[in-house]
């Protein structure tokens, strides 16, 4: 069976530090994989997907980056964090020319 | 600028009774659609789904309906229970890619 693991759960940052949060799927191959937001009131908010290895597509302009250095392995990073970067980050993934996502559990990150 | 829209966003309920959630889309394009629970601190799992060739699907307590001519689309929950509490999110895809909406949070009181 897939299983998709995400880390950490809880995060505190301070103001300028980088960010590393990493996801990684298992029991599949060639996943869809997406990096989505919930700030506080609001909705799910996707920031990132790949279709494959280096495929990184944003669909929203930030100050966070990611990559997919491996098949099944998604990283969502940023050089110096702003407040307005925290929020619940989740990871998801999906088959090709499916709809069903699988998500994560979650990192909420907390910059101070 | 948001495509998908739940208006309403929290919705409290007897046990026993129906809840009614509804959500609104702005994209035609978007031909399938979905539902998502939510419990603090863990990611959504899927609910229940409707393809845009269809108007209702059923699935237990669960039941979707879409009106695409309103571009809207609904779930109605019978009989709602404790363990609904939760967050609800709509959902829509356009070429695979998921656009949610804000939630809705569903409180059942005994």
């Known amino acids: 069976s897939q299983t998709i693991h995400q880390w950490p759960a809880t995060l505190v940052q301070p103001v300028g530090s980088p960010l590393s949060l990493e996801c990684t799927v298992e029991?599949?191959?060639?996943?869809?994989l997406y990096w989505y937001r919930q700030a506080a009131g609001r909705g799910l908010q996707l920031l990132f997907y790949?279709?494959?290895?280096?495929?990184i597509s944003s669909e929203v302009p930030q100050n966070l980056s990611a990559s997919r250095p491996q098949d099944r392995q998604f990283i969502l990073s940023s050089k110096k964090l702003l407040l307005s970067d925290s929020g619940f980050y989740l990871c998801?993934?999906?088959?090709?020319?499916?709809?069903?996502?699988?998500f994560g559990s979650g990192t909420r990150l907390t910059v101070v | 600028d948001q495509q998908v829209k739940q208006n309403s966003p929290s919705l409290s309920v007897q046990e026993g009774r129906i809840s009614i959630l509804n959500c609104d889309y702005t994209n035609s394009m978007f031909d399938y659609f979905l539902w998502y629970k939510k419990y603090p601190a863990e990611g959504p799992t899927f609910l229940i789904s409707i393809s845009s060739i269809k108007d209702k699907n059923e699935d237990g307590r669960f039941t979707v309906f879409l009106n695409k001519s309103a571009k809207h689309l609904s779930l109605h929950i019978v009989p709602s229970q404790p363990g609904d509490s939760a967050v609800y999110f709509c959902a829509a895809s356009d070429d695979y890619k998921l656009s949610f909406g804000a939630g809705t949070t569903v409180t059942v009181r005994a």
């Open positions: 790949s279709v494959g290895i280096g495929q």
């Open positions: 998801a993934w999906s088959r090709t020319n499916h709809y069903g996502y699988t």
């Open positions: 029991g599949t191959s060639n996943p869809n």
